[in-house]
């Protein structure tokens, strides 16, 4: 089954590569990591490899999100004194990643899942076990980690119901490539009955829980919260909206609610967050659109400016401290007639804010179910329901305080995932003996 795919990569390679091949060298987002993709590792990082004592522990978490995750991972593992390797796949998910990681730790990016890329790679890195964050599921990386007799673990693993049904058209490929995986820590019962499903065994999927709920408010949240707010160039006395993680579709809806709030809220100002940074223009453009006053927070130091409406955070690493200047936060990628599956409500919460998204939120089921049930978030069906459920909270100083409250409940109730993950780990062995390359 392996060979099929592989052969399919290899035709769609050729037909696509008068299309591929330009975006790849004219895009300088995708230049900036190109020869790390092909499986050439830069002048740093084989220098830093060169210099490791010992075989290192390699993660792989694609994008922004998943190196959240991996940050929690790494911060057990560090106790073990192995050295760490985290590759990514998003240029986001590397400056993000960069930003926030001890030095010691190398970063690079993933090749391309072709065999000889991967091949290439594992050699060089010559990890002693492999971590793959969420569901980075790509065949030749876990096929040539299972050649070299390196253990792979799927950690915080989670299966949406979109992947869900592709997964089971495939059935028949995953069965051959999901029994490589040594450990599969799924996030819920209902993750694990569907890597079962799919073909994992049944003996090597367990339920380790979601470890985003282990980032606790008491880590992020800063006390001095108008103070914070002033570092984003408003008054600490404005009443503050921010949108997380925002998608095409989404902004204009959330601008044009925005407009109308401030006929009743005129102190009201919004802090929004696209999902992909270099799309801070176009959200520009929607603002100015609505009559919207706006700066962009690239441009910010070097002009700041007396009075805007609207902050557009076109920086990376940020949004988890524009969420608590919030009265009430937004996520993103669920009120999108495109863009389905949500991103992790849990971010705002965990800081103590009360959390809305709309009706698309089935990457984070579970997690978004259990914030409504509690009553520490409301999910909205469209853009009236938007505009009412964020009147009625900052009408309401009770509502605000009751929504916090039954947040930090939840999050308090669910922690605990990162370490029953590692520990779950080392009781298998999967880190092995400290031997040297």
């Given at each position: 089954m392996i060979f099929i795919y592989n052969l399919f990569l290899h035709i769609a390679l050729v037909l696509l590569s008068p299309i591929v091949v330009p975006i790849l060298l004219w895009s300088p987002r995708h230049r900036a990591n190109l020869w790390e993709r092909l499986g050439v590792i830069g002048r740093r990082a084989t220098a830093a490899l060169a210099n490791l004592s010992q075989r290192p522990i390699l993660i792989h978490a694609v994008s922004v999100?998943?190196?959240?995750?991996?940050?929690?991972?790494?911060?057990?593992?560090?106790?073990?004194?192995?050295?760490?390797?985290?590759?990514?796949?998003?240029?986001?998910?590397?400056?993000?990643?960069?930003?926030?990681?001890?030095?010691?730790?190398?970063?690079?990016?993933?090749?391309?899942?072709?065999?000889?890329l991967m091949r290439r790679f594992l050699r060089r890195?010559?990890?002693?076990?492999?971590?793959?964050?969420?569901?980075?599921?790509?065949?030749?990386?876990?096929?040539?980690?299972?050649?070299?007799?390196?253990?792979?673990?799927?950690v915080n693993g989670r299966i949406s119901d979109r992947s869900f049904g592709r997964y089971r058209r495939t059935r028949p490929f995953w069965r051959r490539i999901l029994p490589k995986l040594t450990a599969i820590l799924a996030q819920?019962?209902?993750?694990?009955?569907?890597?079962?499903?799919?073909?994992?065994?049944?003996?090597?999927?367990?339920?380790?829980?979601?470890?985003?709920?282990d980032i606790s408010p008491q880590e992020h949240t800063t006390p001095d919260r108008r103070g914070l707010a002033r570092?984003?160039?408003?008054?600490?006395?404005?009443?503050?909206?921010?949108?997380g993680s925002t998608h095409p579709g989404e902004e204009a809806v959330l601008l044009r609610?925005?407009?109308?709030?401030?006929?009743?809220?005129?102190?009201?100002?919004?802090?929004?967050?696209?999902?992909?940074?270099?799309?801070?223009?176009?959200?520009?453009?929607?603002?100015?659109?609505?009559?919207?006053?706006?700066?962009l927070r690239s441009e910010q130091?070097?002009?700041?400016?007396?009075?805007?409406?609207?902050?557009?955070?076109?920086?990376?690493?940020?949004l988890a401290q524009a969420y608590q200047t919030a009265a009430v936060a937004f996520v993103g990628k669920s009120l999108s007639d495109k863009f389905h599956g949500?991103?992790?409500?849990?971010?705002?919460?965990?800081?103590?804010?009360?959390?809305?998204?709309?009706?698309?939120?089935?990457?984070?089921?579970?997690?978004?179910?259990?914030?409504?049930?509690?009553?520490a978030a409301i999910q909205v069906a469209n853009s009236e329901q938007l505009l009412t459920a964020i009147s009625e909270i900052l009408k309401s100083p009770q509502t605000r305080e009751q929504m916090a409250r039954a947040a930090t409940n939840v999050i308090k109730a669910n922690r605990g995932a990162t370490e029953r993950t590692v520990a779950m780990l080392e009781r298998d062995g999967f880190f092995g003996k400290d031997t040297s390359q």
């Open positions: 999100g998943e190196v959240g995750v991996a940050l929690k991972i790494i911060q057990q593992l560090k106790r073990l004194g192995l050295p760490i390797v985290l590759s990514t796949i998003t240029t986001t998910g590397q400056a993000f990643a960069r930003q926030r990681l001890p030095t010691d730790i190398i970063t690079l990016y993933l090749p391309f899942d072709l065999p000889v890195i010559n990890p002693r076990s492999a971590i793959i964050v969420e569901t980075e599921l790509w065949p030749n990386f876990i096929n040539e980690a299972s050649k070299c007799g390196i253990p792979v673990a799927l819920s019962e209902q993750d694990k009955k569907r890597f079962v499903r799919i073909g994992a065994g049944e003996s090597s999927v367990q339920v380790a829980g979601t470890v985003k709920f570092s984003f160039g408003l008054d600490g006395s404005r009443t503050v909206i921010v949108a609610t925005f407009a109308s709030l401030k006929q009743e809220h005129p102190d009201v100002a919004m802090i929004i967050a696209p999902r992909h940074v270099e799309r801070g223009p176009n959200v520009a453009q929607l603002a100015a659109d609505n009559g919207l006053s706006y700066v130091a070097a002009s700041p400016p007396a009075d805007f409406d609207v902050l557009i955070l076109d920086t990376i690493g940020e949500g991103h992790n409500p849990i971010e705002p919460a965990a800081c103590g804010v009360p959390t809305i998204f709309g009706p698309n939120m089935q990457n984070f089921r579970h997690i978004a179910a259990t914030l409504v049930s509690s009553g």
